[in-house]
């Protein structure tokens, strides 16, 4: 399995509700990603967790809280979002081989997020 | 900041011609540089990357260029093809956990 799966591919949610959003990968890969990403936009960095700690954050409002429970799951609890925060909040792991980080970013296909 | 500017925003060019995309990066500590790129409604996939160790890479139709005194590096694509149609994201990194991105570039490849 050579792929990071996001759920859900869509999401609509009200400014008062509380959703998650999950990414899941089984590639042994420990440094995970969370990015939002606006239209015609880069990728913006949110969290890293490495090995299963919160290694960054980038200053992200309290209305979004990450959540690693495991080496192979990353969530994205939201509550309380405006409609400012409607993105594509990608997921990413780094590769390693034999140990070594290789660089690359794996991204999942993304989670659509409209608040409304 | 650290920051890394690309350019051109957009690219229009003929099947079959080529197209180039430069970036420039602030941070002299910067020693990954990989390309995404990036189609209508998916996911960025990385298609090439360099080192600081090597000056030049090659993969096919894809090339990647790095001038570390200028802090310059460039994608190279040759015969483009329809399916080349996409945005592309330069990005730096420095061994961290961070990746500095640039603004992208969207290429269309005129059939």
């Known amino acids: 399995d050579t792929e990071v799966t996001q759920t859900p591919k869509h999401l609509v949610m009200g400014m008062t509700n509380k959703k998650s959003l999950k990414c899941e990968q089984h590639?042994?890969?420990?440094?995970m990603y969370w990015y939002k990403q606006k239209a015609k936009k880069p990728p913006e960095l949110m969290f890293v967790?490495?090995?299963?700690?919160?290694?960054i954050n980038e200053s992200v409002p309290s209305r979004f809280s990450p959540e690693c429970p495991n080496s192979s799951l990353l969530n994205l609890h939201l509550h309380a979002l405006q409609p400012e925060d409607s993105a594509l909040y990608l997921c990413?792991?780094?590769?390693?081989?034999?140990?070594?980080?290789?660089?690359?970013?794996?991204f999942g296909e993304g989670s659509r997020l409209t608040v409304l | 900041g650290e920051n890394v500017e690309q350019h051109p925003s957009t690219l229009s060019v003929q099947e079959g011609d080529s197209a180039v995309i430069k970036c420039t990066y602030s941070?002299?500590?910067?020693?990954?540089f990989p390309w995404y790129k990036q189609e209508l409604g998916k996911r960025p996939q990385l298609i090439i990357d360099?080192?600081?160790?090597?000056g030049e890479k090659k993969d096919q139709r894809i090339a990647v260029t790095l001038n570390k005194t200028a802090k310059h590096f460039s994608l190279h694509i040759t015969e483009t093809q329809p399916e080349d149609s996409a945005v592309y994201f330069c990005?730096?990194?420095?061994?961290?956990?961070?990746?500095?991105f640039g603004t992208g570039t969207r290429l269309k490849v005129l059939a």
């Open positions: 967790y490495s090995y299963e700690k919160l290694s």
């Open positions: 990413a792991s780094r590769g390693q081989r034999q140990g070594r980080n290789t660089g690359e970013l794996f």
């Open positions: 590639m042994g890969h420990r440094a």
């Open positions: 990005a730096a990194s420095s061994g961290t956990y961070k990746y500095i």
């Open positions: 360099i080192r600081s160790n090597v």
């Open positions: 941070d002299s500590a910067s020693n990954y």
